[in-house]
Nanobody, 126 residues
C-alpha cells in the first residue's frame, strides 16, 4: 500500500488548509489512520487519529478544537481539515496507516506505524 499526502501550502495565520491522504494498492477501511507532523528541527509528533470505520477520534492538545480528522473509505482517502492555523503549526505533515482498526495508546507514537505518506509542507505566516 502507498499513501499520498497532499494539500499543504503557505497560508496566513488564521487561515485554513485541508490535507488529503490518498491510499493505493489496497483498501484501508480495516485500519486506523493518523496524522503526524514534524516541525523544523523537532521530532515527529502526533496530531490526530481515526478508527477504521470512523469515530474514536483522538487529537493532540494543539489540534483539539481547530483540526478535524475524517475519512471516506469509499474513496480510500483520509483528510485533515485545519482551521485557525497558527505559525507554530508550521511543519511537514504526514499521514500514516495504523497497524490495527482501533486506536490504542501506543498509536500516539510514530514508532507504532510502518506505512507513511511522503509528507506535505504546511507553512503558516504571522
Amino acid at each position: 500500500v502507498q499513501l499520498q499526502a497532499s494539500g499543504g501550502g503557505l497560508v496566513q495565520a488564521g487561515g485554513s488548509l485541508r490535507l488529503s491522504c490518498a491510499a493505493s494498492g489496497r483498501t484501508i477501511n480495516t485500519l486506523a489512520v493518523a496524522w503526524f507532523r514534524q516541525p523544523p528541527g523537532k521530532a515527529r509528533e502526533f496530531v490526530a487519529a481515526i478508527r477504521a470505520r470512523g469515530g474514536g477520534i483522538r487529537y493532540s492538545n494543539s489540534a483539539e478544537a481547530r483540526f478535524t480528522i475524517s475519512r471516506d473509505n469509499a474513496k480510500n482517502t483520509a483528510f485533515l481539515q485545519m482551521d485557525n492555523l497558527k505559525p507554530e503549526d508550521t511543519a511537514v505533515y504526514y499521514c500514516a496507516l495504523g497497524p490495527t482498526s482501533t486506536i490504542t495508546s501506543e498509536m500516539y507514537s510514530a514508532r507504532s506505524y510502518n506505512i507513511w505518506g511522503q509528507g506535505t509542507q504546511v507553512t503558516v505566516s504571522s
